[in-house]
């Protein structure tokens, strides 16, 4: 196992469409998270699951977002009606708890987004 | 409001010398600090962390810096080589259900000259 794997790279898509971003984490790590980053900006934080559950959501993460991580594994995140705002790189992360090293994410490449 | 920032949007080294990245933060509450760093086409990877009950952190060529006081930590890379050439991220780490969120600063574009 390699690392953080994110799929697809990249998306192009026209305005009003829904895509689908798919994430399949570190083996061992019960922990994933989601950020958005924009040009010139770090990553922000969307949302994280504990094992299959959706523990933590950020208000940036409108009703047209919605991620799923079924049977602990990999995590899908879902836009509807996508909006030219919603152009950015998709960041997945896990994790597995260590401790007094505080709980490093390891990120995956992205999925950049572009909305037409 | 930016809860972490990076005022230096990039910054230049010569090789062999040391390179500072500065960082600034305004919770108290968090309780790690970690520095990414970030090539083109690939998602950050993680560098060195400290805990907020320390004040300095070693890794090789790496060392961290924090001053709780001064809400403000530092990473410093000596000597700076080629292949550091790259965005580094100060995160910060804020406790949420049973993990911790990253909050990330701006990023530092640093280039090693030869």
């Known amino acids: 196992d390699t690392g953080v794997s994110q799929d697809p790279r990249h998306k192009i898509t026209k305005r009003g469409q829904n895509v689908t971003f798919r994430c399949d984490p570190i083996s061992e790590h019960n922990r994933l998270y989601w950020y958005r980053q924009t040009l010139g900006q770090g990553p922000e934080f969307l949302t994280y699951?504990?094992?299959?559950?959706?523990?933590?959501k950020s208000r940036l993460l409108s009703d047209r977002f919605s991620a799923e991580r079924p049977k602990g594994s990999f995590s899908t995140l879902e836009i509807q009606r996508t909006e030219q705002g919603d152009s950015a790189m998709y960041l997945c992360a896990s994790s597995l708890y260590q401790g007094s090293v505080g709980n490093i994410q390891y990120f995956g490449a992205g999925t950049r987004l572009s909305v037409l | 409001d930016q809860q972490v920032k990076q005022n230096s949007p990039s910054l230049s080294v010569q090789e062999g010398r040391i390179s500072i990245l500065n960082c600034d933060y305004t919770?108290?509450?968090?309780?790690?600090f970690l520095w990414y760093k970030k090539y083109p086409a690939e998602g950050p990877t993680f560098l060195i962390s400290?805990?907020?009950?320390?004040d300095k952190n070693e890794d090789g060529r790496f060392t961290v810096f924090l001053n709780k006081s001064a809400k403000h930590l530092s990473l410093h890379i000596v000597p700076s080589q080629p292949g550091d050439s790259a965005v580094y991220f100060c995160?910060?780490?804020?406790?949420?259900?049973?993990?911790?969120?990253?909050?990330f600063g701006q990023g530092t574009r640093l280039t090693i000259n030869p």
């Open positions: 919770n108290s509450m968090f309780d790690y």
């Open positions: 400290i805990s907020s009950i320390k």
């Open positions: 699951f504990q094992n299959e559950a959706q523990l933590e």
């Open positions: 995160a910060a780490s804020e406790r949420i259900q049973g993990a911790q969120k990253l909050v």
